[in-house]
């Protein structure tokens, strides 16, 4: 879909969109709820009747029986999400309906579906169970809930790879190998214990021994975000600020956790950065908006991002503006909203449905 606003919106300048955007919530009133992630710009952070992880507005999305429009400021996995988790009088927009996910793309349908075809002999039926990132599109949740499987976030991962495990023998984890690994790393698993299924090879690259031998099979997918920290990022920080607590999120890869303070789901990293100590310095792996605004709001610690030169932006959530807010605010009745197909509802909201009670 071509998304191009129209040059009264692309032309306003941001003190002009903020009275429209009030203007339109204003007229809405309580009909309207907006969602907002942690990692958007600060001016739609303000905007936010809530803001939060993908786990936290899921969780507000299933809860707002009453919001007839939900307008959503993230990407568009989060806003099936919200579609899936509300009734059908309520009707979600994406603020810009382009915002996808590069990671939840790297896991296709069909490739999930020969995965598993593949799987079958090694009893992928009842040994093993999908635990299927949030980061995915609303087809593979539903074949998750149909095998009854579980959604988890990187809130909740512990959790579903507790669950998981004691019910079945191996878990097929998909899209992130680093938060597959990040998290059966916790759990106590083995290497020889967790092996990456490569999508472009036959039988994913591995071997019968190495498929048999493994718990979890992870899908070969990463966020190009938080994988360009590095271990050397961790280790010149180290140096240059000897009193420095790193924190990154579990999308960073296996080296950059370990050598890490801590690692932990935005919503971790959020408080962390609340609780710390005045004239605290923390190093941060994560989104650099997430981080700006940390570091904006707590001017008392000394919050940095981790590698200093990368500048780790995702790019799909900073494309909503105010300019998109305030176009979908006042033609929301002419646009069309976040909908997932019948075929897939009823069995994505049974996986998302376990996610919400798994903490
Ligand atoms: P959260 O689940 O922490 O909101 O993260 C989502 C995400 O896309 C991180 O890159
Ligand atoms: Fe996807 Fe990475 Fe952006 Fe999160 S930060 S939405 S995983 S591309």
């Given at each position: 879909m071509l998304h191009t606003l129209p040059n009264e919106y692309r032309e306003a300048s941001n003190e002009e969109l903020s009275e429209r955007i009030e203007a339109a919530r204003a007229k809405l009133g309580d009909k309207l709820c907006i969602l907002v992630h942690h990692y958007q710009r600060v001016e739609v952070i303000g905007f936010g009747d809530h803001v939060g992880d993908s786990y936290g507005l899921s969780k507000i999305a299933a809860e707002?029986?009453?919001?007839s429009v939900i307008l959503f400021c993230g990407v568009h996995f989060m806003a099936e999400s919200a579609d899936i988790l509300t009734g059908p009088n309520q009707d979600v927009y994406l603020?810009?309906?382009?915002?996808?996910?590069p990671m939840a793309d790297m896991a296709e349908m069909a490739d999930v579906m020969e995965a598993w075809e593949c799987l079958k002999p090694f009893?992928?039926?009842?040994n093993i169970m999908p635990v299927s990132y949030m980061n995915t599109a609303a087809g593979l949740k539903a074949f998750t809930g149909r095998m009854g499987g579980v959604i988890c976030t990187s809130s909740n991962a512990d959790a579903a790879m507790d669950y998981a495990l004691s019910r079945r023998d191996k878990v097929f984890f998909f899209p992130d190998e680093n938060l597959g690994v990040n998290t059966g790393i916790k759990y106590g698993?083995?290497?020889?214990e967790m092996v990456i299924w490569d999508?472009?090879?036959?039988?994913?690259?591995?071997?019968r021994e190495q498929i048999e031998r493994a718990r979890v099979i992870l899908w070969k997918g990463h966020c190009h975000v938080h994988t360009n920290f590095t271990a050397e990022h961790v280790r010149q920080v180290r140096e240059e600020n000897p009193e420095v607590k790193i924190l990154v999120h579990p999308e960073c890869t296996p080296e950059v956790v370990q050598a890490a303070d801590a690692s932990g789901s935005t919503k971790f990293i959020v408080e962390y950065c609340e609780q710390a100590k005045p004239g605290s310095a923390i190093a941060i792996g994560t989104e650099i908006n997430l981080i700006n605004r940390m570091a904006l709001e707590y001017p008392d610690k000394k919050i940095f991002e981790l590698?200093?030169?990368?500048?780790?932006?995702c790019a799909n959530m900073y494309r909503t503006t105010l300019n998109d807010l305030a176009f979908t605010l006042e033609n929301y009745a002419d646009l069309k909203p976040i909908r997932v197909s019948d075929k897939h509802r009823s069995d994505a909201l049974l996986a998302l449905e376990k996610m919400l009670e798994l903490v």
């Open positions: 707002k029986k009453g919001a603020a810009n309906p382009l915002a996808g996910c009893g992928a039926d009842e698993l083995k290497p020889e999508f472009s090879l036959e039988q994913g690259g591995l071997s590698s200093g030169q990368t500048c780790p932006v």
